[in-house]
C-alpha cells in the first residue's frame, strides 16, 4: 500500500480517477482512501458522476468541506448537488458575496444548458490600451486561467467588444491598441443555450475558449474545450449504456420466446 501511495502521488489527477473508474467498488474505496486529501477536489471533479457518487458516500463532511474549498464557483457548482444539504450550506456561508452569487447562478441552470458549463475565470481588457498595457497587467497576475488562448474585451459596463487571441498580442508591436488587433466577429454563447449546440460549434471552428455573454451582450462567463470534452465523454457514455440496455433486453426477449 505504501508503494502504491508512492505511485498515486506522481500520477496526473486525470489518470488517477481513470483508474478509480476501472476498479470495483471495494477496490476504488481502498485505493480513495490512499489518495492525499489536498488531491480529493481535483479528483472529484475527473471522475464520472456514477464513480463520484461512490467517492463522496465514503467521505465525511470534514473531508468534503476541506475537498470543496479549494474550487472555483463553476466547480461548486458542478458538485454541488451531489453534496449533503449541510455541506453545501456550510460551504455557501463560507463563500464571499461575488462566489455565493456566482454559484447560485450556476445551479439556476439545467445540466444541458450553456450556463452550467460555463467558468468565471476569465481576463478581460479594454480596447482603448497598447498590448504593452496589457503585457503589463498579465505580467501582474499570479497565472493565467487554464484554457486562456484568447483576452475578452470588454467596455466599461462589461459588454463584450472582442477578444485578443494570445497569439496577437505577443506577435505584434507593443505600441498596437487592442481595438486594432481585435477580433469582433468572435462566436459567443448565451447561457440558456443548448450545451451540445455549443459543443458543436466548438468543434467546427476548432475553439479553445468562447465567451458567455446575457441578452444584453454582458460577459457573464465563458466555455472552455476541457468543459467541452467532459461534456462529449459523458453523452457517449450514456449512449453505450443505452445500447447495453437495449441489446439486453433484446437478448431476454429473445431467450423468452
Known amino acids: 500500500l505504501v508503494e502504491l501511495q508512492r505511485k498515486l502521488d506522481d500520477l496526473h489527477s486525470a489518470d488517477v480517477a481513470y483508474i478509480l473508474e476501472a476498479l470495483p467498488l471495494d477496490d476504488r474505496l481502498t485505493l480513495w482512501q490512499l489518495v492525499k486529501a489536498d488531491r480529493d477536489g481535483d479528483i472529484l471533479l475527473e471522475v464520472s458522476d456514477s464513480v463520484r457518487e461512490t ?14 474549498k479549494e474550487m472555483d ?14 455541506v453545501v450550506h456550510e460551504l455557501m456561508e463560507a ?9 447560485r447562478s450556476a445551479l439556476s441552470y439545467d445540466e444541458d444548458q ?14 482603448d ?9 498579465l505580467r501582474r497576475l499570479k497565472e493565467l486561467p487554464g484554457h ?16 485578443l487571441p494570445i497569439k496577437r498580442l505577443l506577435v505584434n508591436d507593443p505600441e498596437k491598441k487592442v481595438a486594432d488587433l481585435m477580433a469582433s466577429d468572435t462566436v459567443s454563447f448565451h447561457p440558456d443555450e443548448d450545451a451540445y449546440d455549443a459543443a458543436q460549434a466548438f468543434e467546427r471552428y476548432d475553439l479553445i475558449s468562447a465567451p458567455v455573454v446575457d441578452k444584453n451582450g454582458k460577459l457573464i462567463g465563458r466555455l472552455t474545450i476541457d468543459e467541452i470534452v467532459d461534456l462529449i465523454r459523458e453523452e ?8 447495453a440496455e437495449c ?6 426477449c429473445n431467450s423468452t420466446r
Not at 458516500?57 to 476541506?66: G, I, N, R
Not at 463563500?95 to 454559484?103: A, F, P, S
Not at 483576452?151 to 459588454?159: A, P, S, T
Open 114 to 127: 450553456v450556463g452550467a458549463l460555463m467558468d468565471f475565470e476569465m481576463v478581460t481588457i479594454r480596447e
Open 236 to 243: 457517449s457514455e450514456t449512449e453505450v449504456l443505452n445500447m
Open 73 to 86: 464557483a463553476d466547480e461548486l457548482a458542478d458538485l454541488a448537488p451531489e453534496l449533503p444539504r449541510d
Open 129 to 137: 490600451v497598447s498590448l504593452e498595457v496589457v503585457l503589463r497587467y
Open 95 to 103: 463563500l464571499d458575496t461575488q462566489q455565493r452569487e456566482r454559484v
Open 148 to 163: 486562456t488562448d484568447k483576452l475578452f474585451v470588454v467596455d466599461y459596463e462589461g459588454i463584450l467588444k472582442g477578444v
Open 55 to 68: 467517492l463522496i458516500a465514503d467521505m465525511d463532511d470534514h473531508e468534503l468541506l476541506a475537498a470543496a
Open 247 to 252: 441489446r439486453s433486453s433484446s437478448l431476454r
